[in-house]
């Protein structure tokens, strides 16, 4: 069971880029999925998740900025961030947590974002 994350770069403030994380190995429709992310010298922290009810939660920080989504018959989950700003700079991890509670972790994609 994988997580493959893609879509991260390099980024002028103000703009956008789409995230996107494809599972394979398994069905993800009954996953929770979501985006962590972690800045150099800083702790992972919460980005997005959507349940596999749909219900979506988001950091304080990226409301109204950023927009999480699934495809389950293409089992990716994505990130739509827009208005980024140079403080979401960050190496961006996908998650997953199936309904028994194991979890998988992708390898990570660098976003970067010039002032």
């Known amino acids: 069971v994988q997580l493959q994350a893609s879509g991260g770069g390099l980024v002028q403030a103000g703009g956008s880029l789409r995230l996107s994380c494809a599972g394979s190995?398994?069905?993800?429709?009954?996953?929770?999925m979501g985006w962590y992310r972690q800045a150099p010298g800083k702790q992972r922290e919460t980005v997005a998740i959507?349940?596999?009810?749909?219900?979506?939660n988001y950091a304080d920080s990226v409301k109204g900025r950023f927009t999480i989504s699934r495809d389950n018959a293409k089992n990716t989950v994505y990130l739509q961030m827009n208005s980024l700003e140079p403080e979401d700079t960050a190496v961006y991890y996908c998650?997953?947590?199936?309904?028994?509670?194991?979890?998988?972790w992708g390898q990570g994609t660098q976003v970067t974002v010039s002032s």
């Open positions: 959507m349940t596999r009810a749909g219900t979506t």
């Open positions: 998650y997953s947590r199936s309904y028994f509670g194991r979890e998988y």
């Open positions: 190995g398994s069905s993800f429709s009954f996953n929770d």
